[in-house]
């Protein structure tokens, strides 16, 4: 059996190690900027109606640091979505590969064909299909661009 510990003592927890349980936020990492930014988050969270009445509108530089943290999340949702804004400014080349990749998918090949070569280029079926589809069907054209490496 143990001995009791003196009530000072906390049994597992370092005495040298700060106690994160009494404190209310770890003070936040990084630049000036990113501090203020969070300090001016955290006291917009820490409003209440009873402090809009009694207090003065957040300062111009409040507001600047909201303003810089929500153009960074911005910035950050941004680079997440580039799909969906590449999608919505499209160049004229990816337009036109777009629509060249739509005609391939309309292309009807035959079995036949890709069976040639698959057994004379020694490729997948799906590769070889895609072959015959980027040239129309074509089976002794599509074979002669690979061979002279346009593929």
Same mark, same amino acid.
């Given at each position: !059996?143990?001995?009791?510990?003196?009530?000072?003592?906390?049994? $597992?927890?370092?005495?040298?190690?700060?106690?994160?349980?009494?404190?209310?936020?770890? @003070?936040?990492? $990084? +630049?000036?900027?990113?501090?203020?930014? %969070?300090?001016?988050?955290? #006291?917009?969270? %820490?409003?209440?109606?009873?402090?809009?009445?009694?207090?003065?509108?957040? #300062? @111009?530089?409040?507001?600047?640091?909201?303003?810089?943290? !929500?153009?960074? *999340?911005?910035?950050?949702?941004?680079?997440?979505? %580039?799909?969906?804004?590449? +999608?919505?400014?499209? +160049?004229?080349?990816?337009?036109?590969?777009?629509?060249?990749?739509?005609?391939?998918?309309?292309?009807?090949?035959?079995?036949?064909?890709?069976? *040639?070569?698959?057994?004379? *280029?020694?490729?997948?079926?799906?590769?070889?299909?895609? *072959?015959?589809?980027?040239? $129309? $069907?074509?089976?002794?054209?599509?074979?002669? @661009?690979?061979?002279?490496?346009?593929?």
């Amino acid at each position: !059996m143990a001995e009791p510990q003196p009530p000072t003592i906390t049994e $597992g927890l370092d005495p040298a190690a700060p106690n994160t349980e009494t404190e209310s936020e770890p @003070a936040p990492k $990084g +630049s000036t900027d990113s501090r203020r930014a %969070a300090a001016a988050l955290s #006291s917009l969270d %820490a409003r209440t109606d009873d402090d809009s009445k009694n207090k003065p509108s957040p #300062s @111009a530089a409040d507001r600047q640091a909201l303003g810089d943290a !929500m153009t960074r *999340l911005e910035g950050l949702e941004l680079g997440s979505k %580039a799909s969906a804004l590449s +999608s919505t400014t499209k +160049s004229p080349e990816k337009e036109r590969k777009e629509r060249e990749a739509e005609d391939r998918r309309k292309v009807k090949v035959d079995a036949a064909d890709v069976a *040639l070569v698959v057994e004379e *280029l020694e490729l997948t079926k799906v590769k070889a299909t895609e *072959l015959l589809k980027s040239y $129309g $069907g074509d089976a002794v054209r599509a074979i002669t @661009a690979y061979v002279n490496g346009v593929v």
